[in-house]
């Protein structure tokens, strides 16, 4: 899996194994997620933490392994933030 996210402050990028998707999650800065609340609608901008992306990834881990591949998270906003996660 391939971690990247761009914005003006910080450049990440990162190759992960599968399984270690939970530890990365919780390697992310606080201000990335954030920062990208703000672009989400208010019901749903209370999901986005380290916490419950670190669970959704962590329930689907199977199912992700068969997908090599796939972007799952392709974000860019105006401000020129982007954000990519690819199995």
Do not use: W
């Not at 689907?60 to 972007?71: N, R, V």
């Amino acid at each position: 899996m391939k971690v990247k996210i761009r914005t003006k402050d910080v450049h990440f990028s990162m190759p992960v194994p599968i399984g270690m998707i939970g530890f990365v999650v919780k390697l992310l800065p606080d201000r990335l997620f954030v920062q990208m609340r703000t672009n989400v609608p208010a019901p749903y901008d209370a999901l986005l933490t380290k916490d419950t992306v670190s669970m959704i990834l962590s329930e689907c881990l199977d199912i992700l392994k068969e997908h090599k591949g796939l972007e799952f998270v392709h974000v860019e906003a105006s401000d020129g933030t982007f954000v990519s996660i690819r199995l």
